[in-house]
């Protein structure tokens, strides 16, 4: 049974497969400083990973998220006037964990530790092009969407490859 994301660095798209069938296809934006695994470079790491927490399932569209709880904020346009630089997370939270020892798992490679998430962000932001911070952003409705069909322990791979069907098999 395969389950699982992939994230095609090349396309900036996010595809979710649940028992072997592409059940979902979104736009995202990831690094602005392209791919990377290195602490402090602000790339979106490649690899196998795993998600490691959902957070937010039940909060509303466009619930701010700092520090991956929720601070009570729904977020308008006029909140993101007053911190215009701000890196809003949004609506969900896919925490991911790297699962390649010493690529993306440990040391100034850690997925996990740099803090690297799947997130809804404000809808002004470009979908499609790299933009983020090393996190991958997606529409707040399309991170609701894909956060009600993912759990704990998921499969996530995050490549450039846009030839292979890279989907690792995960249980549920």
Avoid at 34 to 58: F, K, L, Y
Avoid at 138 to 148: F, G, K
Wanted: proline share 7%; hydrophobic share 35%.
């Amino acid at each position: 049974m395969q389950n699982g994301i992939r994230v095609s660095l090349s396309m900036q798209r996010l595809t979710l497969a649940i028992d072997g069938r592409v059940v979902g296809q979104w736009a995202c934006s990831t690094a602005a400083a392209g791919p990377g695994e290195q602490n402090g470079q602000g790339g979106t790491p490649r690899g196998a990973h795993r998600i490691r927490m959902v957070i937010g399932r039940n909060a509303p569209a466009g619930a701010v998220f700092v520090g991956r709880r929720p601070t009570g904020e729904i977020y308008t346009p006029s909140l993101g006037a007053q911190a215009p630089a701000r890196d809003w997370i949004l609506s969900r939270v896919l925490w991911l964990t790297g699962i390649e020892p010493g690529f993306n798992r440990g040391g100034a490679v850690d997925t996990l530790r740099r803090l690297i998430y799947i997130h809804g962000t404000p809808d002004t932001e470009p979908m499609g092009v790299p933009r983020s911070h090393g996190c991958i952003r997606m529409r707040n409705e399309a991170v609701i969407e894909l956060a009600d069909q993912c759990w704990p322990g998921m499969a996530v791979v995050i490549d450039d490859d846009t030839d292979k069907e890279r989907l690792p098999c995960s249980g549920h």
